[in-house]
């Protein structure tokens, strides 16, 4: 079953510290997002890639830096962590194709403090 | 920037109801539309999509669409409590790479 697994599913991270979270498909698509989800805010979209070694930025980009060093992995760097990016963080693959849906992770917690 | 905005933030209806979710978008170039649905810890997952003006039925739910007024809702019909969850709306908009934009979501609370 094609599936999207991110990593860790939680993390505590101190104000100022580096932050890295992890995503892995196995749905061989070559559309990954990286999304923010906060309480009223709905899905918000960060960073975004089509191709291995390739990045975009999103709609909210500032903070943050994306790696996809293979079309399977998408990783999220949070460089300088600060209290506003707590937030849980969602990943999600699509393949090619105007019409197809996005497959989403389980997410990753985070809490700055 | 393509905005999505869904109505009402929140909904308690008794099982068996009809729901009815709405929401609003203002790009008229939106390509297509989404409802997803999210579990308490999980991450959303497509419900049902739909790209051309009229409706589309898939069992128990029901889209409509209607681009003049850049409106569309979900029906979900025969309520149940499994059904209690975030119903996010996602639009993407052409020449986008297909990204989707969300609204903030609709709480729906299903009481047996």
């Known amino acids: 079953e094609a599936a999207v697994t991110q990593s860790p599913r939680s993390k505590v991270a101190v104000t100022g510290g580096k932050v890295t979270l992890s995503c892995h498909q196995t749905?061989?698509?070559?559309?990954m997002y990286w999304y923010r989800q906060d309480t009223g805010h709905g899905l918000r979209l960060i960073h975004y890639s089509y191709v291995a070694d390739s990045t975009e930025k999103g709609d909210i980009p500032d903070g943050y830096k994306a790696s996809r060093p293979s079309q399977e992995n998408f990783s999220l760097i949070l460089e300088l962590a600060s209290l506003s990016q707590t937030a849980v963080y969602f990943c999600?693959?699509?393949?090619?194709?105007?019409?197809?849906?996005?497959?989403f992770g389980s997410g990753t917690r985070l809490l700055v403090i | 920037q393509e905005k999505v905005q869904q109505s009402p933030e929140s909904l308690i209806v008794p099982e068996g109801a009809m729901v009815s979710l709405n929401c609003s978008f203002s790009d008229s170039a939106s390509q297509s539309i989404w409802w997803y649905q999210q579990h308490p810890g999980k991450g959303p997952k497509a419900l049902i999509?739909?790209?051309?003006?009229g409706n589309k039925k898939e069992g128990r739910l029901t889209v409509y669409l209607n681009r003049a007024s850049l409106h569309v809702s979900l029906h979900i019909k025969d309520s149940q409590p499994s059904d209690s969850a975030v119903y996010l709306c996602?639009?993407?908009?052409?020449?986008?790479?297909?990204?989707?934009?969300f609204g903030q979501g609709t709480v729906l609370s299903v009481i047996p």
């Open positions: 749905n061989n698509h070559d559309y």
């Open positions: 999509s739909i790209f051309s003006n």
């Open positions: 999600a693959s699509r393949e090619t194709g105007r019409n197809s849906d996005y497959t």
């Open positions: 996602a639009v993407s908009v052409t020449g986008g790479n297909n990204k989707l934009t």
